[in-house]
């Protein structure tokens, strides 16, 4: 059984730097073809795609925050961590991690299949 | 940067069909994801590969694609179907994840 769980602060102040950590369990990161994402929710709006890391070390980020996102992986302690630098009021979200794969030829591959149960991160001064 | 429209809302009564669709230019080339998601929960995913159903989803909710157009449907739709949906793909790379701006579902 699958099970990703988010970690990290509630509440960080403007220009801080978010540390956030996904601890999962039921899967490797070090096996061919998994991936485990980011996304993010604000209060009442729509969900945003962050970034996303495979087992093999290629990352992905989005381009309008690129800039700003480091994703890493920790494959003996089934963790990826997400920094996100430069934190604004507008960054207030609910965070997500979940679990991906790609390059397999059946199931939901390159969906993002199973989701954490989020953490709200308020940004305020 | 590339976007992903859906209709911001949806209503429909019970024992009807639901039809939730999702434009984008890169459809054509890169399969389509849809998520459910209820108040104060996590997204589950309903669709992937544009029509096929995960395990343990109810044979109601069904995908398909046309062009830059890509919709979910839901059959006999219930009370519990109330719910956000949420369209997803990739950029025309693939490189790149969005999402749509999400279909609130109503059920009269």
């Known amino acids: 059984q699958i099970t990703l769980k988010e970690s990290g602060p509630t509440l960080v102040k403007p220009t801080q730097t978010l540390t956030l950590t996904c601890t999962f369990s039921g899967f490797s990161l070090s096996t061919s073809g998994v991936g485990v994402g980011w996304i993010r929710q604000p209060p009442g709006k729509a969900l945003e795609w962050l970034a996303l890391i495979y087992w093999n070390d290629d990352k992905r980020y989005s381009p309008s925050l690129k800039s700003r996102l480091t994703i890493t992986k920790d494959t003996s302690k089934n963790q990826v961590v997400l920094t996100m630098t430069n934190m604004d009021p507008v960054d207030t979200a609910t965070y997500y991690c979940a679990h991906s794969t790609t390059g397999y030829s059946s199931g939901p591959d390159d969906a993002f299949d199973i989701w954490g149960q989020g953490t709200m991160v308020t940004v305020s001064s | 940067s590339y976007e992903l429209t859906q209709p911001p809302s949806v209503s429909v009564s019970p024992g009807q069909t639901a039809r939730i669709t999702c434009s984008g230019d890169?459809?054509?080339?890169?399969?389509a994801y849809w998520y459910q998601q209820k108040p104060g929960q996590a997204p589950v995913l309903v669709i992937y590969k544009d029509s096929e159903r995960p395990s343990g989803i109810p044979e109601r909710f069904s995908g398909s694609s046309s062009g830059t157009t890509v919709t979910l449907t839901i059959s006999g739709v219930q009370a519990e179907d109330e719910a956000d949906y949420y369209c997803?793909?990739?950029?025309?790379?693939?490189?790149?994840?969005?999402f749509g701006g999400g279909t609130k579902l109503t059920v009269l």
């Open positions: 997803q793909s990739a950029d025309s790379s693939g490189t790149h994840k969005v």
């Open positions: 890169a459809l054509p080339k890169q399969y």
